[in-house]
C-alpha cells in the first residue's frame, strides 16, 4: 500500500533524509535527556530487551544504524562484540555520541560513523548482526534501507530493529495518545527549542507500517524467520529477522 510521507519541515524544496538530519542536528545537544525523560527511561529497557535478542549469535561485529549518540551501541557491549560501528547522517548527533564514547572510554570499540543507511560504505556479508532504535521510521525509502541491511550482514547473522507502533487496547492506546499529541510535543518544543522537531514524532509514528504489514514489507526483501514482539503494552514493537 502507498504511503503518506511525513517530513519533520514539510519544506518543499528539501528531501525527507536533508530534514530529518537538519532536525536532528537541531535537537543533538537534548537529544539524551529529552528521550530519557520523555520515556521515564522505559527506552533503556527495550534497548535491553531487544539486544537479549542477538545473544544466541554471539555477533563480534555488530552495526548500529540510525545510532544517533549511540545508546543502542553501548547497550550492544553487553554481548562481548570485538567491533561496533554506529552509522548516523545527522553530524550533530554524531558529535556528542563521539565524545560520550570518549568519557564513558568505549571508543576503541566503538566507532560513530557519517553515513547513509541507504548507501551503507560497508562490504557484503561483513557484520553478524545489526541493531536500528527508532530509525527506520525516519528512513526516505524505507524498503532500500531494510535491503540494505540485509546485504550488510553475513548469512545467518540477525537484524533487529526496535520502533515505535501504536497501542491498540485501553487505557494504554487512549494515555499514550493524550501524551504524543500534547505532552511529548508541549516538553520537546520548551526543552529542545524545535517546534517542529517532536510534532513529527507522532504524525511518523501515525504514518509508519506496524505489525503484520511491517513483518510482510521485511519478509517480500528477503528476511527470514521474521518476529514483532509488542513492548509495553504496544507502544513499541521489537522486530527481528535473519539472512
Known amino acids: 500500500m502507498s504511503r503518506i510521507e ?14 530529518v538530519a537538519e532536525m536532528f542536528n537541531n535537537i543533538s545537544k537534548k537529544y539524551d535527556f529529552l528521550n530519557h525523560f520523555l520515556s521515564l527511561g522505559i527506552d533503556k529497557i527495550w534497548r535491553k530487551k531487544a539486544i537479549k535478542k542477538l545473544k544466541d549469535i554471539q555477533p563480534k561485529r555488530i552495526l548500529d544504524i540510525a ?104 487505557p494504554i492506546k487512549q494515555g499514550y495518545g493524550f501524551i504524543s499529541k500534547y505532552i511529548i510535543p508541549f516538553f520537546g518544543k520548551r526543552i529542545s527549542k524545535d517546534e517542529k522537531a517532536y510534532a513529527y514524532l507522532p504524525e511518523s509514528i501515525a504514518a509508519f507500517p ?6 510482510g514489507i521485511l519478509e517480500k526483501l528477503g528476511y527470514k524467520n521474521v518476529s514483532a514482539e509488542l513492548v509495553s503494552g504496544g507502544i513499541a514493537t521489537i522486530y527481528c529477522g535473519s539472512k
Not at 511525513?6 to 530534514?19: A, I, L, M, R
Request: proline share 3%.
Open 6 to 19: 511525513v517530513k519533520p519541515y514539510g519544506n518543499s524544496d528539501k528531501t525527507k533524509k536533508e530534514e
Open 67 to 170: 545510532t544517533g549518540t549511540g545508546d543502542f551501541a553501548i547497550a550492544s557491549l553487553k554481548l562481548n562484540p570485538t567491533e561496533v560501528v554506529g552509522v548516523d547522517i545527522s553530524i550533530g548527533m554524531l558529535e556528542v555520541g563521539k565524545e560520550k564514547m570518549k568519557t564513558k572510554k568505549f571508543d576503541s570499540i566503538i566507532t560513530m560513523t557519517l553515513a547513509d543507511s541507504e548507501e551503507l560504505p560497508f562490504e557484503d556479508n561483513y557484520f553478524d548482526a545489526l541493531t536500528v532504535g527508532f530509525g527506520v521510521r525516519n528512513f526516505e525509502h524505507l524498503e532500500i534501507g531494510l535491503a540494505e541491511m540485509l546485504r550488510v550482514i553475513r548469512v545467518g547473522g540477525k537484524v533487529v530493529i526496535l520502533e515505535f507502533s501504536k497501542p491498540k487496547k485501553f
Open 210 to 215: 506496524e505489525g503484520e504489514e511491517m513483518i
